[in-house]
């Protein structure tokens, strides 16, 4: 949860340049977009306020998950959530990066997998009966091996591997039908070994069988 109210705030502190006046599109681009009406948004009108004109921009330019990480970072970030929520957070990202460095200590690298389960078909499946929402925080906890090491601002490298043929290694919903046997192999180290983390990640590379 830690890492999602960093990444958040900082999408909306960082996303808030592109207005449409500094940053982003021209002013006659082709295409508008629709608000929840249906009714089409004239971006290229000169009138309306400043702030309805920037709201068109960015709901023209920012797709979905962005806008929902805007509004969420947004949120943590005002006077009644800073403290309880941001704050918090970091102070959390602080005593993570402290154990990381405590446990380099002993080693050089560590390897994990990248995610926690094998890679999912294209395009992603939809759980019949749930929520796009509902879907959504599902798929964000597939992020669970990788959000610590981002969190602790610590060098990694995800590469593929190919393990070896399984038969136990099945698609419950369809025993007949294996599935895909590439992972993801997570490579990372301790702060300013990104050298260190390229070279390992060539090594495996060639290392594991193909």
């Known amino acids: 949860a830690a890492y999602y109210v960093l990444a958040s705030a900082e999408a909306s502190?960082?996303?808030?340049?592109?207005?449409?006046?500094?940053?982003g599109t021209p002013r006659n681009h082709s295409s508008s977009p629709s608000l929840e009406d249906g009714t089409d948004m004239d971006m290229t009108a000169p009138s309306g306020s400043?702030?309805?004109?920037?709201?068109?921009?960015?709901?023209?330019?920012?797709?979905?998950?962005?806008?929902?990480?805007?509004?969420?970072?947004?949120?943590?970030?005002s006077s009644s959530q800073f403290h309880t929520h941001y704050e918090a957070a970091s102070k959390l990202r602080v005593l993570?990066?402290?154990?990381m460095m405590r446990?380099?200590?002993?080693?050089?690298?560590?390897?994990?997998?990248t995610c926690?389960?094998?890679?999912?078909?294209?395009?992603?499946?939809?759980?019949?009966?749930?929520?796009?929402?509902?879907?959504?925080?599902?798929?964000?906890?597939?992020?669970?091996?990788?959000v610590p090491i981002s969190?602790?601002?610590?060098?990694?490298?995800?590469?593929?591997?190919?393990?070896?043929?399984?038969?136990?290694?099945?698609d419950p919903e369809d025993p007949g039908s294996r599935l895909e046997d590439v992972i993801g192999l997570q490579i990372f180290g301790p702060s300013m070994s990104e050298s260190l983390v390229l070279r390992t990640a060539s090594i495996a590379e060639h290392a594991f069988p193909e």
């Open 13 to 23: 502190s960082n996303l808030a340049r592109y207005d449409g006046v500094r940053y």
């Open 50 to 77: 400043l702030e309805e004109q920037v709201s068109s921009y960015r709901a023209r330019n920012f797709g979905p998950e962005v806008q929902r990480r805007i509004l969420s970072g947004t949120h943590v970030l």
């Open 151 to 170: 969190l602790a601002n610590l060098p990694s490298v995800s590469i593929p591997v190919r393990i070896h043929n399984n038969d136990n290694l099945t």
């Open 96 to 99: 993570l990066q402290r154990e």
């Open 116 to 146: 926690l389960s094998l890679p999912l078909p294209l395009p992603l499946p939809v759980t019949p009966g749930l929520s796009d929402s509902k879907n959504d925080t599902e798929l964000l906890g597939l992020d669970v091996m990788t």
């Open 103 to 113: 446990a380099f200590q002993d080693v050089d690298l560590m390897l994990t997998p």
